[in-house]
């Protein structure tokens, strides 16, 4: 019984070793995340009313969803945190600029590209039927 309870402790301390970093998210609850990946922090308010700009809301639409979201509790203090892997990281990154939005879009053509190249002469006489 000893030794099972030892080889139990023993896998708990390795796995929660995997662990990269634990973040407090507000009152006193934590958030682990896991090795391999990373998160971005940011302002709920800030991202709402980036949504609502790109999204080309009125002013007076964005006061009333404000107001709206307000009223269900919405203080603005609010922070989102996004955990993703460092590949998604990285992509939305690139995207921030020019040159990163179009090696961004090459990558998704050579995706296109591989999936065509995929079909199969069966699959082309389908599609004529």
Known sequence: MMKKLFSLIFLLLLTS???????????????????????????????????????KLSKKEIKDMMFLLKKAGFDGTEDEIDIMSQ?????????K????????????????????????YKSIIKKRE
């Open 87 to 95: 590949e998604e990281f990285d992509y939305i990154e690139r995207d």
């Open 17 to 55: 070793t995997s662990l990269a970093e634990v973040i407090d998210i507000g009152n006193s609850y934590k958030i682990n995340i896991p090795e391999g990946m990373t998160y971005t922090k940011k302002n709920a308010l800030e991202i709402v009313r980036e949504n609502f700009e790109r999204r």
């Open 97 to 120: 600029d020019e040159f990163g939005k179009a090696e961004n879009d090459l990558m998704f053509l050579e995706v296109a590209q591989k999936c065509e190249d995929k079909k199969t």
